[in-house]
């Protein structure tokens, strides 16, 4: 559920949770920076290309910023939850003031 610029989550049980944030889907296979050829090219509906240099996701009290290498499909981050609801928020960023969250993430226990 998205509430006020993030998403509410649960947390099935305590543990270390993987965390893969990406702007195209697995299946896509694509750069997080890489666009798509088509007709609608404005970042909003994806296709353009953007020069995405930092990720940084907040869960709960936990933040964590990673730099976006020229060749990563996604950004990995671990954290140590415990059981129950909190909130996540994913963010995309240029040098230049664009921020976008992360519009596909893949969670995993580990």
């Given at each position: ?61 936990q933040e964590q910023t990673k730099v ?33 969250g992360a519009y596909y ?6």
């Amino acid at each position: 559920m998205v509430c006020n610029g993030y998403w509410v989550i649960e947390v099935a049980k305590d543990g270390k949770y993987l965390f893969e944030m990406r702007r195209w889907p697995r299946e896509e296979d694509r750069i997080i920076a890489e666009g798509i050829h088509g007709e609608i090219t404005d970042w909003y509906h994806g296709g353009k290309a953007l020069n995405l240099q930092k990720a940084r996701i907040i869960i709960g009290d936990q933040e964590q910023t990673k730099v976006i290498e020229p060749n990563m499909k996604g950004v990995t981050f671990t954290f140590n939850l415990k059981a129950g609801i909190t909130h996540l928020q994913t963010f995309l960023s240029d040098n230049e003031g664009l921020e976008l969250g992360a519009y596909y993430v893949y969670v995993q226990l580990v």
